[in-house]
């Protein structure tokens, strides 16, 4: 089965700095997907980014990007610019071929202003 | 559109009893995932459904069940309630428009909090 393991329960970041969130993966598949996801105090799970493993280049939405080492299996996420709203549990989750998702813990990032 | 809307938001239920959670997808979404939510478990993945019909389950026992209707709404029961249910419950949906593997991302709802004494 696949695992997803994040090892920093917690992080802090000063605002307007940059913070990387780290995120490991265990598979034996070739094709899959991973994605970042926040959750606010409101609970409310979004979309963070998206990476198709078959892709080279490293997804970029905005402040947010990641670093995917496929050989490696690993999967950061840097945030850049830090802002007070970007205070939230952010979860590293994969998505295997079968269509089901793996989540991590989830590592709690307190931005400091 | 509309996001993924999850009935009710809060539920208090005392052990033994069974609850019934309610979740719409957002328009046009075929695939309902549910997932249960505690501090201690992180997200765990309870089944998923697509046309109606149950495509994947996780690790969960058979208190735990859930129905699709024709229009993708989706619905997760849990009967015989214990203390450890207790747990944030999220329902995701995606566009999924084949029953095999897809590119499609999940979208979440606000989560129903149950609460068992």
Same mark, same amino acid.
């Given at each position: 089965?696949?695992?997803?393991?994040?090892?920093?329960? &917690?992080?802090?970041?000063?605002?307007? &700095?940059?913070?990387?969130?780290?995120? @490991?993966?265990?598979? !034996?598949?070739?094709?899959?997907?991973?994605?970042?996801?926040?959750?606010?105090?409101?609970?409310?799970?979004?979309?963070?980014?998206?990476?198709?493993?078959?892709?080279?280049?490293? +997804?970029? &939405?905005?402040? /947010? !990007?990641?670093?995917?080492?496929?050989? +490696?299996?690993?999967?950061?996420?840097?945030? !850049?610019?830090?802002?007070?709203?970007?205070?939230?549990?952010? /979860?590293? +989750?994969?998505? !295997? @071929?079968?269509?089901? /998702?793996?989540?991590?813990?989830?590592?709690?990032?307190?931005?400091?202003? | 559109?509309?996001?993924?809307?999850?009935?009710?938001?809060?539920?208090?239920?005392?052990?033994?009893?069974?609850?019934?959670? %309610?979740?719409?997808?957002? $328009?046009?979404?075929?695939?309902?995932?549910?997932?249960? =939510?505690?501090?201690?478990?992180?997200?765990? *993945?309870? *089944?998923?459904?697509? $046309?109606?019909? =149950?495509?994947?389950?996780?690790? *969960?026992?058979?208190?735990?069940?859930?129905?699709?209707? %024709?229009?993708?709404?989706?619905?997760?029961?849990?009967?015989?309630?214990?203390?450890?249910? %207790?747990?944030?419950?999220?329902?995701?949906?995606?566009?999924?428009?084949? %029953?095999?593997?897809?590119?499609?991302? =999940?979208?979440?709802?606000?989560?129903?909090?149950?609460?068992?004494?």
């Amino acid at each position: 089965a696949q695992t997803v393991t994040q090892s920093q329960p &917690e992080m802090s970041v000063q605002e307007a &700095e940059t913070v990387t969130l780290s995120c @490991t993966y265990d598979t !034996s598949e070739s094709d899959y997907y991973l994605f970042w996801y926040k959750q606010p105090p409101s609970r409310q799970m979004i979309l963070v980014i998206r990476q198709e493993a078959y892709k080279q280049q490293n +997804a970029t &939405e905005n402040r /947010f !990007s990641v670093n995917f080492q496929k050989a +490696a299996k690993s999967f950061s996420l840097k945030i !850049s610019d830090s802002q007070l709203g970007d205070a939230a549990m952010y /979860f590293c +989750a994969y998505r !295997s @071929t079968g269509n089901q /998702f793996y989540f991590g813990t989830g590592t709690s990032l307190t931005v400091i202003p | 559109k509309a996001g993924v809307t999850q009935t009710p938001r809060y539920l208090i239920k005392t052990r033994g009893q069974q609850v019934t959670l %309610s979740c719409s997808p957002i $328009s046009g979404h075929r695939s309902v995932s549910w997932y249960q =939510q505690t501090p201690g478990q992180g997200l765990q *993945f309870l *089944f998923e459904y697509f $046309s109606e019909t =149950q495509r994947n389950k996780g690790n *969960f026992p058979g208190r735990f069940s859930g129905r699709q209707f %024709s229009n993708s709404r989706s619905e997760m029961n849990v009967s015989t309630l214990e203390l450890g249910d %207790s747990a944030l419950y999220l329902c995701a949906s995606s566009p999924r428009s084949t %029953s095999g593997p897809t590119t499609d991302t =999940q979208y979440f709802g606000p989560g129903t909090r149950l609460t068992v004494l």
